[in-house]
């Protein structure tokens, strides 16, 4: 603290601005002045150390009110490093080809003894000194959700981190409260203060809480923090890997993906959503958009990211900067979503901007997947609102395919496994508002027979769906869902029918094999849902 200080007094022009120059000037004329100064010098800055001894909010946030928070932004920085040039391979598309090996152990390797050994035996565990996993979950999180992800994506993974709401178990896990010490009651807006006391009073008082308890109206507060306490709990990290309750993350192409990526490099991987509009030069009106990554499939932030964004930096004078979720207080509070202000705060504080890895990060969930031109030889590396009975059979299919082959798991596996036929189904919805529709007087919706029909003809129909006499048809395969008569129709027309062209499909894979290999997308916003 002094060091710097002392600094200032000797040399007649460091770097201090104008004011400060003209005190050393006019000092230099008098010994007396001379001794006034430094002991106002010395006064000042015991004053100051003792007040950053103090380590509350107010004290954290002097500074920065002071001096204004750019004052603490470590900029400018090297632009993100993913120009087509640095990974070499330049194929003319806009995905690499690369060779990767699975970290995964294979059952004839080792002695398996079913029953004393599980999956986990195969795992490669030894790489969480490395990959920092952190779940955001809430007070009010679904039994049957919580029960999955322990079972499944995070079963495997000694030091998790969970974040959340509240204090709370989390199957074998600790869930660690990262609003409590922001603390909560100044922090948050009034009426969300009420929703996370009222949570805490319920879980004080044994009274269960369930899912959309309004607990995600608090969820915006709990990304910022998240990443300062990731970066407490393991600082040494190279890659800090974000997924919430619902995400299932395939671990073997993250791992794949994240050893073709340097660390040291500032990377925010994940789905890229618009978020806000700024200004990069203030004289003009011309506004430029930041993307964040959609929070819901999972988002991965490089150790030189991660630190970027949290560590409290100095300013030349050597005096720290406001804690993250300090700086951001306010655009957390008049936010709607986290994900945006974190998109945000990356840009803002750290000039780190997402590489955007969509479709391999993918905010659908399974049923809802888009199969097709975008989403078939690209790895599969997150899924939302996964239910917790699909989380199970996605992890059981997911290992033993790690067993069977080498390569990487591609969206049209998943297609090929969890969808067994193209057969018509009945009280099953695969495209109603999914695609397009054909005319009101076209013959297609006079019949079940017809609309089929006038898929097969239709050059762009892959899938149809039959409800309330009408026919819905769509371009991308989607598996669907099973789905129960409804609405105001005759009843022989509230059903839902659906059927796929399977000579399309047929056709469609044998020109797409991905023989080539898995199409590892290069980071891109202009790729994006
Ligand atoms: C929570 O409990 C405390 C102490 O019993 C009470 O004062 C407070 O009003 C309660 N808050 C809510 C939101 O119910
Ligand atoms: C196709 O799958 C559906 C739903 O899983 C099943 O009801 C039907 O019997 C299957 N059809 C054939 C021909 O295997
Ligand atoms: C269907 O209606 C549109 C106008 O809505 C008309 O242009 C078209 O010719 C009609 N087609 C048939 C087959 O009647």
């Known amino acids: 603290m002094l060091a710097p200080l002392r600094r200032f007094v000797q040399s007649p022009n460091p770097f201090m601005n104008g004011h400060a120059i003209g005190l050393t000037r006019s000092a230099a004329s008098s010994p007396r002045r001379w001794l006034r100064l430094l002991l106002m010098i010395a006064f000042i800055a015991i004053s100051v ?62 002695d398996w003894n079913v029953g004393i050994m599980d999956e986990c035996f195969l795992f490669p565990r030894d790489i969480f000194n490395k990959v920092q996993v952190v779940l955001k979950t809430g007070t009010a999180d679904d039994g049957a959700r919580t029960d999955a992800m322990v079972n499944t994506i995070i079963k495997c993974i000694r030091n998790v981190l969970i974040v959340s709401d509240g204090d709370h178990t989390y199957g074998p896990h600790k869930a660690v409260d990262v609003l409590a010490d922001l603390p909560a009651k100044t922090y948050m807006k009034e009426e969300d203060y009420f929703v996370y006391e009222t949570q805490r009073n319920a879980t004080r008082d044994g009274i269960e809480l369930h899912q959309g308890h309004e607990g995600w109206k608090i969820d915006k507060y709990k990304f910022l923090p998240g990443v300062e306490k990731a970066i407490e709990h393991n600082s040494k990290a190279k890659w800090y890997v974000f997924l919430e309750s619902d995400t299932y993350l395939f671990w073997d192409n993250i791992f794949r993906l994240l050893d073709n990526y340097d660390p040291s490099l500032p990377y925010f991987f994940g789905s890229p959503s618009p978020g806000r509009k700024y200004r990069p030069n203030p004289k003009s009106e011309d506004e430029e958009q930041v993307w964040f990554a959609y929070g819901g499939c999972g988002f991965i932030l490089s150790t030189a990211a991660a630190h970027r964004l949290v560590d409290l930096p100095r300013n030349r004078l050597g005096v720290k900067g406001p804690r993250l979720t300090a700086e951001y207080e306010e655009d957390i509070r008049n936010d709607c979503c986290g994900d945006s202000i974190l998109g945000w705060a990356l840009h803002d504080k750290a000039a780190v901007g997402i590489s955007g890895l969509w479709p391999m990060f993918n905010p659908h969930r399974l049923e809802d997947v888009p199969f097709g031109r975008d989403y078939w030889c690209e790895p599969v590396i997150s899924l939302h609102k996964t239910n917790p009975s699909f989380m199970k059979e996605l992890w059981n299919w997911e290992n033993e395919q790690h067993q069977q082959h080498e390569r ?18 009945e009280n099953w919805d695969a495209a109603f508002d999914a695609g397009f529709q054909l005319d009101h007087n076209s013959t297609v919706h006079t019949s079940l027979h017809a609309c089929e029909a006038g898929c097969f003809a239709h050059e762009e129909c892959r899938q149809y769906t039959w409800h309330g006499a009408h026919c819905y048809y769509a371009k991308a395969l989607y598996i669907g869902h099973a789905k129960e008569p409804d609405g105001f129709h005759e009843p022989e027309d509230r059903k839902y029918i659906s059927g796929w062209d399977i000579t399309k499909i047929q056709t469609w894979s044998l020109e797409n094999t991905c023989g080539e290999g898995a199409h590892w997308v290069k980071p891109s916003v202009k790729r994006k849902y």
């Open 49 to 110: 150390n003792l007040l950053l001894l103090l380590d509350s909010t107010f004290v954290g946030k002097l500074p920065s009110q002071i001096l204004g928070n750019q004052a603490f932004h470590p900029k400018p920085f090297a632009p993100a490093p993913h120009g087509l040039e640095s990974q070499g391979d330049s194929n003319g598309q806009d995905y690499w080809l690369w060779e990767t090996k699975t970290l995964f152990k294979k059952k004839e390797n080792i």
């Open 408 to 425: 990487p798991l591609l969206y049209s596996d998943l297609l090929f496994s969890f969808h067994s036929n193209f057969s018509q189904r």
